[in-house]
C-alpha cells in the first residue's frame, strides 16, 4: 500500500528558512512525478511545486519561486521541498503527492496518494 508522510514543518518567524520532507514507501518511488501542495483554513488546497521522476526538472507556483526549491533522493525515496525567506502568507499545512505523467500538471485532482502533512507557520 502507497504511503506518502511528511516532515520537518513548524513555527518560523517571516525571513527564515525551513526544509520539508516526504518520506515514501509502498510504491516505486522512481516512475512518479512527486508534488508538493498546501492549503490553508478555508482554502482550496494549492499547487506549490513537482519535480519529474529523475529529479531534472521542476516546476514551480509564480508565488513561491524564486523562495522555493524542490528535489528529489530517488535512492531514500524522498521529495524534499526547502523554503528560504518564508512570509506569512506562506502558512499552511503542507502534502507531497505522486503525479501523473507530466512534472509541469499543477491541478491537485491529478495527484495522488497524499499523505497527511506537516503545519507549517510564518509568524510576521
Known amino acids: 500500500q502507497a504511503q506518502l508522510v511528511e516532515s520537518g514543518g513548524g513555527l518560523v518567524q517571516a525571513g527564515d528558512s525551513l526544509r520539508l520532507s516526504c518520506a515514501a514507501s509502498?510504491?516505486?518511488?522512481?516512475?512518479?512525478?512527486m508534488g508538493w501542495f498546501r492549503q490553508a483554513p478555508g482554502k482550496e488546497r494549492e499547487f506549490v511545486a513537482a519535480?519529474?521522476?529523475?529529479?531534472?526538472?521542476?516546476n514551480y507556483a509564480d508565488s513561491v519561486k524564486g523562495r522555493f526549491t524542490i528535489s528529489r533522493d530517488n535512492a531514500k525515496k524522498m521529495v524534499f521541498l526547502q523554503m528560504n525567506s518564508l512570509k506569512p502568507e506562506d502558512t499552511a499545512v503542507y502534502l507531497c503527492a505522486t503525479g501523473g505523467t507530466s512534472w509541469r500538471t499543477t491541478q491537485a485532482r491529478n495527484y495522488a496518494n497524499w499523505g497527511q502533512g506537516t503545519q507549517v507557520t510564518v509568524s510576521s
Open positions: 519535480v519529474s521522476t529523475s529529479g531534472d526538472s521542476m
Open positions: 509502498g510504491l516505486t518511488f522512481s516512475f512518479y512525478t
